[in-house]
T-cell receptor, first 113, second 114 residues
Framework: GENVEQHPSTLSVQEGDSAVIKCTYSDSASNYFPWYKQELGKRPQLIIDIRSNVGEKKDQRIAVTLNKTAKHFSLHITETQPEDSAVYFCAASKPSGYQKVTFGTGTKLQVIP | EPEVTQTPSHQVTQMGQEVILRCVPISNHLYFYWYRQILGQKVEFLVS????????KSEIFDDQFSVERPDGSNFTLKIRSTKLEDSAMYFCASSVGQGGEPQHFGDGTRLSIL
C-alpha cells in the first residue's frame, strides 16, 4: 500500500522566516495530496491541497509543490507567525479505494516570536 | 460553514466493554470515513463507507469494529470488546465525492480504555 514519509519531524523557525516541510510517497497512482494543520487536541484542518495535474499551488503565505516524477511534494510557509505553530501532516490518496487518505508522520512546527 | 460533528468528545470505558462513537457528517456528503490517532502519532485510516456499505478497510479494522449508518444523518463506529490499545482519538470525516475531494474532519472522540 501507499507509504508517505515526512521530514523533518520537528522544525523551529524565527517569526518572519520561511518553513519548508517535505514529503515523499511510494504509490505512483496517488493523485491527490492534501496538507492538514493540527493544533493540540484539535481536528486536522485542511489548509491546502494539490492534484497531480498541477505542479504548484499557492494560497497567500502557503504554497505546495509537487514533483510526480520524483514522488516528492512540499509545503512552504512564508512570513511565519506564532499562530502557524502546530503539527502539519502531508497526505496522499488515489482515485480508487474511495479516497483512503494515507497520512505522513507529521512535522511539529514551532514559530519563535 | 457546515461541520462534521462527533459525540461524545471524551469516552472512558472499562476494557472489554462495548463502545459506540457517533458522527453526523456534512449533510450533502456521500462518503464517510473513520480514522484514529494514537497520542503523539499520525492519523491512521480505519474504514471508508459509501452507499450503506464498507468500501475499504485497513488491517486495524478487525472483527471487533463495525460501522453503521442507522438513519439518514448518523454514522457510527462500534468497538465490541475494547482493549487497552484501542485508546486513541477517533476522527470521523466526510467528503462530497471521491477521487481528489477534500475530507472534512470532526473534532474527534477521545477514547480512554481503563
Amino acid at each position: 500500500g501507499e507509504n508517505v514519509e515526512q521530514h523533518p519531524s520537528t522544525l523551529s523557525v524565527q517569526e518572519g522566516d520561511s518553513a519548508v516541510i517535505k514529503c515523499t510517497y511510494s504509490d505512483s497512482a496517488s493523485n491527490y495530496f492534501p496538507w492538514y494543520k493540527q493544533e493540540l487536541g484539535k481536528r486536522p484542518q485542511l489548509i491546502i491541497d494539490i492534484r497531480s495535474n498541477v505542479g504548484e499551488k499557492k494560497d497567500q503565505r502557503i504554497a505546495v509543490t509537487l514533483n510526480k516524477t520524483a514522488k516528492h511534494f512540499s509545503l512552504h510557509i512564508t512570513e511565519t507567525q506564532p499562530e502557524d505553530s502546530a503539527v502539519y501532516f502531508c497526505a496522499a490518496s488515489k482515485p480508487s479505494g474511495y479516497q483512503k487518505v494515507t497520512f505522513g508522520t507529521g512535522t511539529k512546527l514551532q514559530v519563535i516570536p | 460553514e457546515p461541520e462534521v460533528t462527533q459525540t461524545p468528545s471524551h469516552q472512558v470505558t472499562q476494557m472489554g466493554q462495548e463502545v459506540i462513537l457517533r458522527c453526523v457528517p456534512i449533510s450533502n456528503h456521500l462518503y464517510f470515513y473513520w480514522y484514529r490517532q494514537i497520542l503523539g502519532q499520525k492519523v491512521e485510516f480505519l474504514v471508508s463507507f459509501y452507499n450503506n456499505e464498507i468500501s475499504e478497510k485497513s488491517e486495524i479494522f478487525d472483527d471487533q469494529f463495525s460501522v453503521e449508518r442507522p438513519d439518514g444523518s448518523n454514522f457510527t463506529l462500534k468497538i465490541r470488546s475494547t482493549k487497552l490499545e484501542d485508546s486513541a482519538m477517533y476522527f470521523c470525516a466526510s467528503s462530497v465525492g471521491q477521487g481528489g475531494e477534500p475530507q472534512h474532519f470532526g473534532d474527534g472522540t477521545r477514547l480512554s480504555i481503563l
